[in-house]
């Protein structure tokens, strides 16, 4: 097929989830034989094009994130020049633009859904919508409408039940080639572990954003307690966001700079390294914190799968779908949310038993190269594709 794939809030390349998603979905398409084409945007100069990683590339400026809906005209001009057999957009409050434009080209169209499509009460958004008199409501609602399949991973974020017929839930995945300890590069891994952890401590490993529902603060507190009892573990968080200088600053007044390791922002093809280095990794999500996240755990959470790849095992909470990729007592430890007691039992089980974490890092790698890779995305992806061009 000829798949155009317009995911105008993201810039690429890029380390961040939405970028890491886009760059991995085009990525596979392409590797199954299809055209693909990416639309993205820039925050200046003129629309510029290119081919990267298997697939044509196409950088749209704008010059805010609120009038992505306004750039009609240039995905006409797209969609006029590509002639694609579908069209698939990546869904954003103030987008819609390439599914929009499909509909009045004839060409069918799939609308990608990967958080809650319009924000629960009490959210910033739903305020804002509120003071839009519904805008935001009705511009979710068209780009739902006009699309002929929705792919999410879940379809209660879809917040119209009489459109959810559409839906195709498909999880996340992890690049498992990427992701995998056999093809690292010895020596880059044995120069970052003399620099991070030159006196062989056990290690226990957050990666993802420094945002407060990622569970910051708490994977904090509870490296605070480990280490008043514990000088064999060494706690390294990989990433960047809005907590890290509170978590800079807090690190320095425990005076546990070389206890607790920030890397702060990481390319992601060294992510993996990083990962390697650690003998556990933490996934410690509050979704008490963020209130989309009452619709359900919709967030294919790429941090697990990228821990499972790697072959480690896994410490998160015990919350319906989170739950179903890494199974307790199979491929992780999970644990009651907000429950720092248990989180920190279930860290020092497997720091201690060298034997439990392989037998849960050696089965996730093997549950997700079968189930949750970026290769079975594309592939249940491309099914649902071919029903919208059917």
């Not at 319009?118 to 739902?144: C, H, I, N, V």
């Amino acid at each position: 097929m000829n798949i155009l794939y317009v995911a105008l809030k993201e810039t690429l390349p890029g380390s961040h989830g939405g970028a890491v998603h886009v760059t991995e979905v085009a990525q596979q398409l392409a590797r199954r034989g299809h055209q693909i084409t990416v639309v993205v945007q820039q925050k200046t100069g003129q629309l510029a094009r290119e081919k990267i990683n298997g697939f044509d590339l196409i950088r749209v400026p704008t010059r805010s994130n609120f009038l992505l809906w306004r750039l009609e005209p240039q995905m006409r001009e797209i969609i006029a020049a590509k002639k694609p057999d579908v069209v698939m957009e990546r869904y954003y409050n103030f987008a819609g633009a390439g599914v929009r434009v499909a509909q009045r080209a004839n060409t069918p169209s799939l609308l990608e859904v990967n958080a809650p499509m319009m924000d629960p009460r009490g959210s910033k958004k739903y305020a804002a919508d509120k003071l839009m008199f519904g805008w935001m409501t009705r511009r979710a609602r068209e780009q739902a409408t006009l699309a002929k399949r929705i792919v999410t991973p879940l379809a209660a974020t879809v917040p119209f039940p009489e459109l959810r017929d559409k839906a195709r839930e498909i999880a996340w995945g992890a690049n498992v080639e990427m992701f995998d300890r056999t093809r690292l590069q010895e020596q880059e891994t044995r120069d970052l572990r003399l620099e991070i952890n030159p006196n062989g401590k056990r290690v226990v490993g957050f990666l993802g954003s420094f945002r407060s529902w990622h569970g910051v603060r708490e994977f904090f507190q509870v490296a605070q307690e480990i280490l008043k009892t514990r000088e064999d573990i060494l706690f390294l968080m990989i990433g960047a966001g809005e907590l890290l200088e509170e978590t800079r600053a807090r690190v320095a007044r425990a005076d546990s700079q070389n206890k607790i390791i920030l890397t702060g922002a990481v390319e992601y093809a060294r992510v993996p390294y990083y990962l390697a280095l650690c003998d556990v990794g933490v996934a410690p999500f509050n979704t008490q914190v963020h209130p989309p996240l009452r619709v359900g755990f919709y967030w294919s959470p790429l941090k697990v799968h990228e821990y499972m790849a790697l072959g480690l095992p896994v410490v998160t909470i015990d919350v319906n779908g989170l739950n179903q990729i890494a199974r307790n007592e199979q491929e992780g430890l999970l644990y009651p949310e907000n429950d720092l007691e248990k989180m920190r039992a279930a860290i020092l089980r497997l720091v201690d038993d060298a034997e439990l974490a392989k037998r849960l890092g050696d089965a996730g790698r093997a549950r997700v190269v079968e189930n949750f890779s970026w290769q079975k995305h594309a592939e249940l992806l491309e099914n649902v594709l071919r029903e919208c061009v059917g």
